[in-house]
């Protein structure tokens, strides 16, 4: 379990603390401006909400700011922390009215701990059963009227029961690249960082339309900046940085190469299962489906079919290699 209700650090003061300084995901944010402007003037408890998508996308930030924007304070765990009722319990009982429970990857919870779960969001009760045997007895204490925000980037592992008690359901999406530069220029300004409008933007297509790694590069860079004496981030300084980090123009890293080198220069672009590719490049296949191949599906470099993945022809084309326009009919399972 993990307690992060003071955040001090440089991670954390690099998150907007209230909506008005969030950029991006547009329809999320005036969705939420309604939905807490409304619970603020009812003055009643919040429902509870759950977002989804990819890693990285401001998740945990909306969470943040939810706290801040209904005056509590908010407490961080995890689904996987989430072991046993007493893990909850312990949580629970430090809470106060109007705080914020987040937790991450909430499609790890156990299902026991998941169904203890249940009537605090729906009752705010917690139900503990003490002994054991025929002497077991069920004794259900009072929670503070808290919020609970769930994070997830698998939203189809969640049970049916436990998604349908949260009130608002929202999914963020990858970032469209203006608004990744304006997010990187305001950092830059948080970490006092010099950093030119172009090189905002090289930092941009190289961050995979995610801020997380955008930040993680705009940190890498102001090493250098410090390192190498320079007064700004430009693209001269810039190069050198890409170079170090073995990411191309598209963002692309060693193993984006190394798997597309596997489909298009070991199996010359047939279809190729993904059993196949993962035991190929010696990769877990969780790897290569949640990190590897959603940016290939998003930048058009990856084609899933019945029979296989397969390169398409802007991959084979900045890969260098002959395009293959009409494969052989079999797949490589």
Known sequence: MSDTSLNTGPAHNLRPHSLGDYVGQDNVVKTLEVFLNAVKSRGEPSEHLLFY?????????????????????????????????GDLAA???NLQDNDVLFIDEIHRLPRTVEEILYPVMEDYFLDIVIGKGPSARTVRLPVPKITIVGATTRLAMLSAPLRDRFGLIMRLDYYEPKDMEKIILRAAQILETPISKDAAKQIA?????????????????????????????????????????????????DVD????????KKFQNNPVGIETIASAMSEDRQTIEEFIEPYLLQIGFLKKTPRGRMLTNSAQKHMGYKIVQDPPQQSLI
């Not at 990819?54 to 509590?72: D, M, R, S, V």
């Not at 190469?257 to 298009?264: D, N, S, V």
């Open 91 to 93: 949580i629970l009982t």
């Open 53 to 85: 998508g990819p890693p990285g996308i401001g998740k945990t930030t909306l969470a943040h700011i939810i706290a801040n924007e209904l005056q509590g304070e908010m407490k961080v765990t995890s689904g996987a922390a989430l072991q046993k009722s």
């Open 257 to 264: 190469r190394k798997y597309m080198e596997t489909l298009g």
């Open 205 to 253: 297509v190289r961050s995979r339309r995610t801020p997380r790694l955008a930040n993680r590069i705009l940190k890498r860079a102001r090493d250098m900046l410090l390192v190498d004496g320079i007064t700004e981030i430009n693209d001269a300084s810039l190069a050198q940085l890409f170079v170090l980090l073995e990411l191309d123009e598209y963002g692309l890293q």
